[in-house]
């Protein structure tokens, strides 16, 4: 049946995540450079302004990895309080993810950041409870999860009244010159560069096919809506290599 097919294709997508991510841990801060030209600490700086998360809340970012997400927030912070927040108004994020290397690697990398907490978890199933965090973070995830709806509801479960979802993805690119040329560098280039530097080719290959396959911005906004969220809007950057997508729970 088509039910039958579709857990199976899904234990298989989960499967594979956990070993390209295994895999890839211990060099995937060099990846990321290496594979986005850099460009991925500029987007990634990009999206906590954006969030521009206020002192004292609590942020949950989902499918965080080594914490090149959480760390940003927290400086962020930082900075706009002179680092003097006393402890009861302190921001804390909560990476989850479901890898333990990768968690592992981010673990060595702030191990004397209090601020933030590491959780291995499912973004299919949040081990919080419901109107729990201000705002809801996930940064080059959503589309490693087997199924991007129940993603966006636990997403909208555990986001208090009124608080924040911000999602970065790889998206569609639109225009034709662009898009041939993004074509000829992922497809090509960027599983040399796993072999080379990871010694993981099918891997890197995974996770550039995983690049094609999610939604477009407009597809991934109604599905946003679909589970609840309001004031949804989406922000392409470099031509809709990325996409940022926001919206808010009622
Ligand atoms: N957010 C980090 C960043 O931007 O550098 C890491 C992104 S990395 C490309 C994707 C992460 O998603 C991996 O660490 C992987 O283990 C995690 N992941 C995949 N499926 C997940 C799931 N169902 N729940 C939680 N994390 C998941």
């Not at 857990?7 to 995540?17: D, G, N």
């Not at 991510?21 to 995937?28: G, H, K, R, T």
């Not at 993981?200 to 911005?217: C, G, K, T």
Request: hydrophobic letters at 40%; proline letters at 3%; one cysteine or more.
């Amino acid at each position: 049946t088509s039910f039958g097919f579709q857990q199976v294709s899904e234990k298989t997508k989960a499967t594979k995540v956990q070993e390209v991510f295994s895999s890839v841990a211990a060099n995937y801060d060099l990846m990321n450079d290496v594979m986005s030209l850099g460009l991925h600490r500029l987007w990634k700086d990009y999206f906590v302004t954006k969030l521009a998360p206020p002192t004292g809340s609590k942020i949950i970012d989902v499918a965080g990895g080594t914490g090149d997400i959480a760390s940003r927030i927290v400086q962020y912070s930082d900075r706009r309080v002179g680092g003097a927040e006393s402890s009861d108004e302190e921001l804390q994020v909560t990476v989850v993810d479901i890898n333990k290397e990768m968690l592992t690697e981010g673990e060595k990398r702030f191990k004397n950041n209090e601020n933030i907490k590491w959780v291995h978890g499912d973004a299919l199933s949040l081990p919080f409870p419901s109107n729990h965090f201000d705002a809801y973070t996930i940064a080059f995830g959503i589309r490693n999860v087997s199924n991007f709806e129940q993603a966006l509801s636990e997403a909208y479960r555990v986001i208090k009244e009124g608080g924040r979802y911000l999602c970065m993805e790889f998206s569609q690119v639109d225009n034709i010159a662009l898009k041939s040329f993004y074509d000829a560098y992922s497809f090509q280039l960027i599983p040399v560069f796993g072999e080379l530097i990871a010694q993981d080719r099918p891997a890197y290959q995974y996770l550039v096919e995983s690049i094609r396959e999610f939604p477009d911005q407009e597809s991934f906004s109604n599905m946003i809506e679909g589970v609840g969220f309001v004031n949804v809007n989406y922000e392409s950057l470099l031509g809709g290599v990325v996409a940022i997508h926001s919206g808010f729970k009622p």
